[in-house]
Nanobody, 126 residues
Framework: QVQLVESGGGLVQAGGSLRLSCAAS????????MGWFRQAPGKEREFVAG????????SYADSVKGRFTISRDNAENTVYLQMNSLKPEDSAVYYC???????????????????WGQGTQVTVSS
């Protein structure tokens, strides 16, 4: 079993930056494809970014492309989401998730993920 714990959320002004971290327990982190999702009040959960097991393949939602960067450190069992040029519409609870089945790029569908963190709140003020 893998446990995921997010950190790094908070309140930031529009145009600012935040870096989210997701620490994973267990010794199988390097064999798990990772993703970041977010959910705003009254909205469905949406895919934000994903990264393959090795870190060589990354993918992003169109809404964050060019502003967010996903990365991972398999030695530290951690995946990161660097968020720049934040907008009020980026406000949401952000979740990291792990997919033990995916061999290449991360799935955009949350239903395919096996492990989820508890979420961290990101609030962007205008």
């Amino acid at each position: 079993q893998v446990q995921l714990v997010e950190s790094g959320g908070g309140l930031v002004q529009a145009g600012g930056s935040l870096r989210l971290s997701c620490a994973a327990s267990g010794r199988t982190f390097s064999s798990i494809t990772m993703g970041w999702f977010r959910q705003a009040p009254g909205k469905e959960r949406e895919f934000v970014a994903g990264i393959s097991r090795s870190g060589r393949i990354t993918s992003y939602a169109d809404s964050v492309k060019g502003r967010f960067t996903i990365s991972r450190d398999n030695a530290e069992n951690t995946v990161y989401l660097q968020m720049n040029s934040l907008k009020p519409e980026d406000s949401a609870v952000y979740y990291c998730a792990g997919d033990r089945k995916a061999m290449g790029s991360a799935s955009i569908y949350g239903s395919g993920y096996d492990y989820w963190g508890q979420g961290t709140q990101v609030t962007v003020s205008s």
